[in-house]
């Protein structure tokens, strides 16, 4: 019902990033999870997975393998 809210988790799997940029982050997809639902910014919950280069894979590479190929094409 209206004035209740349940505890929206927003999970984003990514590949490495820096820090600073983070918390960007987490304030943009809670500002616009809010936008949308109407739900309090202070009810979400923003987790991020960082995962490793070899743990992602585009058209059977891995990203690591795309990062090595982009180097020796350069």
């Known amino acids: 019902g209206k004035g209740v809210y349940y ?5 984003v799997d990514i590949g490495q990033m820096p820090e600073e940029q983070k918390p960007l982050l987490i ?5 616009s999870a809010d936008e949308i639902t109407g739900t309090p910014l202070s009810a979400f919950t923003v987790v991020i997975h ?3 280069d070899e743990n992602i ?7 690591a ?7 020796k094409t350069k």
């Open 57 to 63: 894979a585009i058209g059977m590479k891995t990203v």
């Open 7 to 11: 505890m929206p988790v927003i999970t």
């Open 65 to 71: 393998e795309m990062k090595a190929e982009a180097v």
């Open 50 to 52: 960082e995962l490793p």
């Open 27 to 31: 304030k943009q997809l809670s500002h």
